[in-house]
């Protein structure tokens, strides 16, 4: 008889955009001649850069030539490709080695497939709200998860408390959907809290593009004493327009031992058995962002989406509602007025102004109450949403 991984029944059925589609498809067919201004989905819209995708079509070419033809690549990614990311950090003062960078399909991957490296015996300690792929790939392993609670206190920052335990700590900074970004500062103590404890942190830096304040850490290899605790997941999802082309990296660094084995080493055996590494054509276009005219384009696309932030930013100052995010991240998590509940302000934007957000309590407990709006939308429909905000909200 097989058994199945029981630990699935646990989890929560994930409604949440399929009840945002439901509700969207309802309100649409209602109303067919209302344009509904979608502001909800983590999705861009911008398409990919010029220089990515000429470096695309030149691997495309190279494919169809028995000269140029590349099979299998190595399972780690490409040298061409792990030497550049690891001179973009140099370029901001940290040092990571080319193999100790790991290139995959994306980081909802990566991030999900750690869990294979750690027993399921660690305590989990995941912010609430977060993304939720943290606690659900924990959930299928029966891990045990305990949450530190992100709340307008602390500026949806939670920071370790005195009798806070827990072994395998995921950190996302700037967050998901909050916004919030920890300061060096912070960073500093949950390093020492991860050495003290020997535990490990997962920091998840998808959205370290969008830092612009450079007092941020936008890698956890800006605090001292993290190349002891910490593994880092960054994507280029969110940087260059990678959603649909796909691909991220993971950094190991091989200072990680834990119980005298090289997490680095563990981590190249797990990808070697169980991946055979990104298509070459992606590698290929993931390695145009880092040429000077690459990160020229990739900036200008992140500053777009920014200053669309800073439009829906104005126009909630205006109308005096509270809100963190927006400065240096993508996401805006405003507090839902008049006492409304996340759900409650959904149907209220949907129905009235024909706008759609992200309901926070899809988030986490403590989400409920909250809103995530993304600045990924193009500018017209930023700025008429924000518009019907001004006039009907
Ligand atoms: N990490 C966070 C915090 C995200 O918000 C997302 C995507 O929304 C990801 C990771 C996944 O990125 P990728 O597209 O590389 O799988």
Redesign the pocket.
């Known amino acids: 008889m097989a058994y199945i991984n029981a630990n699935y029944l646990n989890l929560k059925d994930s409604y949440l955009f399929s009840e945002i589609n439901r509700k969207v498809r309802e309100e649409a067919a209602k109303n067919p001649e209302k344009k509904i201004i979608r502001m909800g989905i983590?999705?861009v819209t911008l398409p990919l850069v010029p220089e990515v995708v000429s470096a695309m079509h030149k691997a495309v070419d190279e494919m169809a030539s028995a000269e140029t033809f590349r099979g299998y690549g190595p399972e780690q990614g490409y040298e061409f490709l792990r030497e550049d990311i690891s001179k973009y950090y140099a370029a901001f003062g940290v040092e990571v080695a080319p193999g100790e960078i790991f290139i995959?399909?994306?980081?909802?991957?990566?991030?999900a497939n750690i869990t294979d490296i750690f027993s399921d015996d660690n305590t989990i300690i995941v912010p609430d709200p977060?993304?939720p792929?943290y606690v659900d790939t924990n959930i299928m392993c029966g891990r045990k998860i305990v949450y530190v609670a992100g709340t307008a206190e602390n500026n949806f920052l939670p920071m370790p408390s005195a009798d806070l335990k827990g072994d395998i700590i995921y950190l996302?900074s700037p967050?998901?959907p909050t916004g919030a970004v920890y300061s060096k500062e912070q960073l500093e103590i949950w390093v020492e809290f991860a050495l003290a404890n020997q535990a490990i942190i997962l920091f998840?830096a998808?959205?370290e593009a969008y830092i612009h304040d450079a007092s941020l850490p936008r890698s956890i290899y800006q605090i001292a004493g993290a190349r002891k605790c910490a593994i880092e997941?960054c994507?280029?999802?969110?940087t260059a327009g990678?959603?649909g082309t796909?691909?991220?990296y993971t950094i190991v660094p091989e200072e990680l031992v834990m119980q005298e084995v090289s997490l680095n080493k563990l981590w190249n055996r797990r990808q070697s058995t169980k991946f055979n590494g990104t298509a070459y054509v992606i590698q290929k276009a993931a390695q145009a962002i880092y040429t000077p005219e690459g990160q020229k384009q990739v900036h200008e696309q992140v500053e777009y989406y920014m200053q669309n932030a800073r439009i829906i930013a104005d126009t909630l100052k205006e109308k005096g509602i509270s809100f963190v995010g927006g400065d240096n991240s993508p996401y805006i998590w405003l507090k839902c007025p008049n006492g409304m509940k996340s759900w409650e302000f959904f149907d209220h934007l949907l129905v009235n102004l024909g706008i759609v957000g992200t309901p926070g309590a899809g988030f986490g407990e403590n989400g409920e109450g909250y809103f995530r709006l993304t600045a990924f939308g193009n500018r017209e429909n930023t700025i008429e949403a924000m518009q019907r905000i001004k006039d009907l909200l």
Do not use: E, H, M, P
Not at 104 to 111: A, V
Not at 235 to 238: F, P, V, W
């Open positions: 983590g999705d995959s399909d994306g980081t909802k991957s990566d991030i977060v993304y792929v996302c967050n998901n998840d998808a959205y997941f994507s280029l999802s969110k990678f959603t796909r691909c991220g």
